[in-house]
């Protein structure tokens, strides 16, 4: 395609995306439209994966305007959809691209409507300065740009090639904001206090040095996640003296979690047949996996995670356990609503869930955005309806 038809054909793409997008609720503000419509999405995303959609093991098609025609690549580019960019952490032969499989993506330029949603929710205002961790691709570094001018926008990849490639694309439009290669959780120091911080990666709990670098009445917006899911979008006002507060805004965003705290290769000690006590219980393993109680238990046993497998006698039983402490809880169904639970180590995850789960039934069992986070110098805590209701610490 001539350049100047590729030109064309992409900002008639952008028009169609920002229309998408504020047609949905995630776009609100002509600012953040302006920015949607003039940032070209598509000079981040040379190359880059799809996932395809479908039952079995998830894969990825390569994706670049030699491999599919220029038409098809840039249609692709401005579709509101995730689009992975590495995996394993291990650059792409792009002279020899293949369908990927059996792999985790760890650099993507993320779904359009979600970059945006979180851009309206960090509630920005001209001349604002914003510190964003996780450049990726650079799109949404360069939508900041656009919007604050580059003086205002540092920004830090933890992964060396996604930043030099970031940084190239980020030139290349024009773009010249203070990027670092350095692991975002130490944030940086330099011009701070920023007014904003946003995280377009998952972490375990607000690092203190996120909290330090914002100004006081600032807002930070992050995904907060553990080992078996993601807890979801956070926005924090900071209050000084390294503290911050606020609600989840919203239960859905699964980013991936910061390379630091990517869950230990090994699950932990799998208990032999007569470890532990065993008791009955209401509470089945479908607490883990449903939407709201699996927050619940995410929040509960922020070091566990959990598999079902046969013993030799052919009986199923779901494994809970803690990485850290090597405490475990194996839940096998005896009847219909019947469970037993079997429990050892230093704490009963199962317990731990069960009084949980009976606070957030007494307060009506509200969604994730029901539950709130306070971050002090000394701890960090999820708490339910209120700052003083039922809370849960994170982890380190
Ligand atoms: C979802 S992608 C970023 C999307 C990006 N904002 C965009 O628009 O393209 C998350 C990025 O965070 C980076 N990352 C992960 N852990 C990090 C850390 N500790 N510090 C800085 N960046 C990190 C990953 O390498 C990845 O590039």
Redesign the pocket.
Known sequence: MPPDDLNITAAKLRQQLAAQLAAGDSLRSPQWRTAVEDVPRHE?LRQFYTENLGPGVTSWTPISSELVGAAEWLTIAYSDQTLVTQFDGRPLDWNDPNPVSNANP?????LPSL?VRMLEDLDVHDDMTVLE?????????ALLCHRLGDKNVTS????RD?ADRARIALASCGYYPRLLTE???HGYAGPSPYDRTIA??GVRSVPAAWVKQTRPGGLIVTTLRGWMRSLGLVRLTVDGDGRAEGPFIAADPS??I???QAAPANMGMIPAPDDGKTRETTLGREALSMPDSGFVAQVVMPNARHFTMRDDSGIESTYVLDAENDSFAVLTQQGDDTWTVRQGGPSALWDDLEEAISLWHAADSPPPTGFGVSVTPDDQRVWLGSPDGPSWTLPK
């Open positions: 981040f760890t650099s993507s330029s993320t970059v961790l996780g450049t990726g691709t650079g799109y949404s570094t830090i990849e933890t992964d996604v692991d975002g959780r377009t990666y980013f991936m910061a390379r630091q």
